[in-house]
């Protein structure tokens, strides 16, 4: 079965940098997009960006252009996104996931990671 | 770039029909994806491409799509129901996922 498997909670301090990663199974890495978005506590769904594990092709929402990076490592199926210059509104869960049957980004989103929490406080 | 319009919430009773809607400039020409996500839990698909339910969500979950609004119908809307509801389309001109401000759905 399709599995997405986060790396642990992380408390970083203004300023700094976190990165999240998401270990892939039960599936073909390269043959699905990765989407990752996040939800600060309360609040709703808000998309940082795709990553195509095949190509390492990215694309990121206006607001993460110039914090985000997302890279792979198809040697692990792990996708990880790093976010920059953390302020406390980054305070948040963040989620690896996946589309369903249909390999593009813009499929419907049918498999979900369990959230990795970041807190920024200093 | 693409906006999605939830309202904050809606609250029915036992046993009635609750309407979510998502409205969007000519939404009804996009695919709308609704997601339900009860507290602490990860965001589930119940309704994809409009109208199509996923494996395991009842047939009193229902959604459809027209000019401006797609709408998420919840029937015989029961206790279990109650949970914060996300619709959300791909933009084709930006090639980003959009999704709605979510509405919370409360059964009174």
């Known amino acids: 079965q399709v599995q997405l498997v986060h790396s642990g909670a992380e408390v970083k301090k203004p300023g700094a940098s976190v990165e999240v990663s998401c270990r892939a199974s039960?599936?073909?890495?390269?043959?699905?997009?990765i989407h990752w978005v996040r939800q600060a506590r309360g609040q709703g769904l808000e998309w940082i960006g795709w990553?195509?594990?095949?190509?390492?092709?990215?694309e990121c929402a206006q607001n993460f252009q110039a914090r985000v990076t997302m890279r792979r490592d198809t040697s692990t199926s792990t996708v990880y996104m790093q976010l920059a210059r953390l302020t406390s509104d980054d305070t948040a869960v963040y989620y690896c996931?996946?589309?369903?049957?249909?390999?593009?980004?813009?499929?419907?989103?049918?498999?979900w990671g369990q959230g990795s929490l970041v807190t920024v406080s200093s | 770039s693409y906006v999605l319009t939830q309202p904050p919430s809606v609250s029915v009773a036992p046993g009635t029909t609750a309407r979510i809607t998502c409205g969007g400039s000519?939404?009804?020409?996009?695919?709308v994806h609704w997601y339900q996500q009860k507290p602490g839990q990860a965001p589930v698909l119940v309704i994809s491409?409009?109208?199509d339910r996923s494996s395991g969500i009842p047939e009193r979950i229902s959604g459809s799509n027209s000019g401006i609004t797609a709408t998420l119908t919840i029937s015989r809307v029961e206790a279990g129901d109650e949970a914060d509801y996300y619709c959300?389309?791909?933009?084709?001109?930006?090639?980003?996922?959009?999704f709605g401000g979510g509405t919370k759905l409360t059964v009174l």
């Open positions: 000519k939404i009804g020409s996009k695919n």
């Open positions: 959300q389309v791909w933009d084709s001109n930006s090639d980003h996922v959009v």
């Open positions: 039960g599936y073909t890495f390269t043959d699905y997009f």
């Open positions: 990553i195509n594990p095949d190509t390492g092709d990215s």
């Open positions: 491409y409009d109208a």
């Open positions: 996931a996946r589309p369903s049957y249909c390999s593009t980004a813009s499929c419907p989103i049918a498999y």
